[in-house]
């Protein structure tokens, strides 16, 4: 069975097939014309279903999804629609996860499938927000009426479109994609207003639909005013000087839109440095990106050291994960794999010199060099300070100071010789205050070590293009904290932190990517303090 014509392949399957037919009762039509015919007839039939064939299968939960319209339980059919709506709807739902949306607007009737799909890609704090002169996917009510499934929000907003859309602009709305049903009375309208009133972010699209109308708005003699109001919205885009698009061939044809605001403010008599372009010109969130920056992070098994290798990790960076226990680096490694970051485990002991040269080598071998060093394996052993022995004080300046001291310079030389590199320790605010009750001097001690290693280090390096700083974490729930020494302080803790919780290892992914990237260059022998206020009384 042949699908309905909804496509423009399909309408042109369609004329094909009837041309095939008049040929075949006619005796005086060539074979070889026939021949051509049927040829071209099946790479039309073919493609639609293939295209559908090789889209991601939808989701089960799309299957007559259920929303919750004012209470009341409504069931979104499939409909016929879905008999190419899949296809679409993995596209769009494509769209949403490359824009990263968060907020889409969509002016006009959009079919229910694609809503869904788009509403699935979104974040749990998305929305969308339907716009329509009339009420919409079953809503009775002329009032705005709210949808949710999850947490996720679509918003029915029946009423003049060009009311409602005022009414957003007013509260200050944004979008990151804004959709536009093309075959609609003032289309054309809603897009300059959308455009003027800056109802999509910077780096928003905006997807006008219908624009190529069944394959009619380009046919000449056209008389068809609906046609032509899509002629000349596809007119008006195209000569948009803030703009650029794309028209797609997909269903009735979808135009992808993107500002290109400095096309027109080149026009204009401005201040063109780096402020204005980004430097590099790059925007401040891309600036954080460290695609192709080579990273390693010791104690990356668990806890803190975990959170910095899945951050640098998806900030762009290839992750080496260093631990004394190799079997716990490999899993934070399965991790990023799973996550599509490139990285390797390795086992080492950090106090150990021969193992620190070890993985700086086998990091170069396989990645050529290395520029972002996360120096933050550490211990935590608890005693009175008139019966530290002098084992535990030696174990923890082994690990804590001496070892962060091998990895720092032997990354450093590394660095020093390209010209380039990011050296981030992990302090403690213990470097800053003498937690309390806790006793753990050799702790304390060697994390003050570690900031004047980083001030010593961050002065030197600096004219040579390596930064080195260190983040001091409050007390982060790490199973560091769990143990049987201090496990019984939690409670104590909680009431000395002006943020009244503990740090997560979470609240320190942001700090290390900063200091990973080249935003903060300038930047060096810094100990920045994470502790949630706890270091300020
Ligand atoms: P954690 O104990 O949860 O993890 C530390 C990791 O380091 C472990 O996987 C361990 O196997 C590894 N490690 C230990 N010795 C090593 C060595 N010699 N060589 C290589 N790897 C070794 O600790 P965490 O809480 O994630 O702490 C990480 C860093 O943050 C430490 O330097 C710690 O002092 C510091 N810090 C922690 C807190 C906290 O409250 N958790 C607070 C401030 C600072």
């Not at 919409?136 to 029946?158: M, N, T, W």
């Amino acid at each position: 069975m042949h699908r309905p014509a909804e496509t423009l392949m399909g309408l042109i399957a369609g004329n094909l097939r009837k041309a095939r037919e008049i040929a075949h009762s006619d005796s005086h039509v060539p074979e070889q014309l026939k021949h051509y015919l049927q040829k071209a007839l099946e790479v039309a039939v073919g493609l639609d279903p293939y295209l559908d064939a090789m889209a991601t299968a939808k989701t089960a939960s799309l299957e007559g999804w259920q929303l919750n319209v004012a209470g009341v339980e409504t069931k979104v059919k499939p409909h016929k629609e879905c008999a190419s709506g899949y296809l679409k709807g993995q596209v769009l739902r494509m769209f949403v996860h490359m824009v990263g949306a968060k907020r889409i607007l969509l002016i006009g009737r959009l079919k229910g499938y694609s809503i869904l799909a788009m509403a699935e890609a979104l974040p749990d704090d998305g929305k969308i927000i339907l716009c329509a002169v009339e009420p919409y996917l079953e809503v009775k009510s002329q009032e705005a009426s709210d949808y949710s499934s999850h947490v996720k929000q679509i918003s029915v907003k029946v009423g003049p479109i060009a009311d409602t859309l005022e009414e957003l602009v007013a509260v200050g709305e944004h979008f990151d994609i804004v959709f536009i049903d093309a075959a609609q009375r003032n289309a054309v309208n809603y897009y300059n207003f959308v455009m003027d009133n800056h109802l999509l972010r910077m780096d928003g699209v905006i997807c006008v639909e219908n624009t190529l109308m069944k394959g009619q708005v380009y046919l000449e003699n056209i008389s068809d005013e609906n046609i032509l109001a899509v002629r000349n919205l596809n007119n008006v885009i195209n000569s948009d000087p803030r703009v650029e698009q794309v028209i797609l061939p997909m269903q009735g044809g979808m135009s992808v839109i993107r500002r290109m605001h400095c096309a027109v403010l080149l026009q204009k008599e401005l201040v063109k440095d780096d402020v204005f372009w980004g430097y590099k010109r790059c925007h401040i969130l891309d600036r954080l990106r460290l695609d192709g920056k080579v990273a390693y992070v010791t104690g990356g098994g668990q806890g803190i050291g975990r959170a910095f290798a899945h951050a640098l990790g998806e900030a762009g960076a290839k992750v080496a994960i260093v631990d004394l226990v190799l079997a716990k680096a490999e899993v934070v490694a399965e991790e990023l794999s799973l996550k599509g970051i490139k990285n390797m485990a390795m086992g080492a002991d950090v106090s150990k010199p021969e193992d620190v040269q070890r993985i700086l080598d086998a990091i170069v071998a396989r990645w050529g060099t290395v520029h972002i060093a996360c120096n933050n394996a550490g211990i935590n052993m608890n005693s009175a300070s008139e019966d530290t022995s002098l084992e535990e004080w030696d174990k923890t300046f082994n690990v804590n100071l001496r070892g962060l001291f091998l990895c720092c310079q032997a990354a450093g030389r590394i660095m020093l010789k390209q010209g380039y590199g990011k050296i981030i320790n992990t302090a403690s605010m213990a470097s800053l205050i003498v937690p309390h009750p806790q006793k753990q001097l050799a702790y304390n001690a060697s994390k003050a070590g570690v900031v004047k290693l980083t001030q010593t280090l961050g002065t030197e390096w600096i004219d040579r293009g390596v930064r080195v700083n260190c983040i001091s974490p409050g007390i982060v729930d790490t199973p560091l904290i769990h143990s049987e020494d201090l496990k019984p302080l939690v409670q104590r803790w909680l009431t000395d932190i002006p943020a009244g919780k503990l740090a997560q290892v979470t609240d320190l992914q942001a700090a290390v990517v900063y200091l990973a990237s080249e935003a903060s260059d300038y930047m060096t022998g810094h100990n920045l303090a994470i502790e949630g206020g706890q270091s300020l009384w």
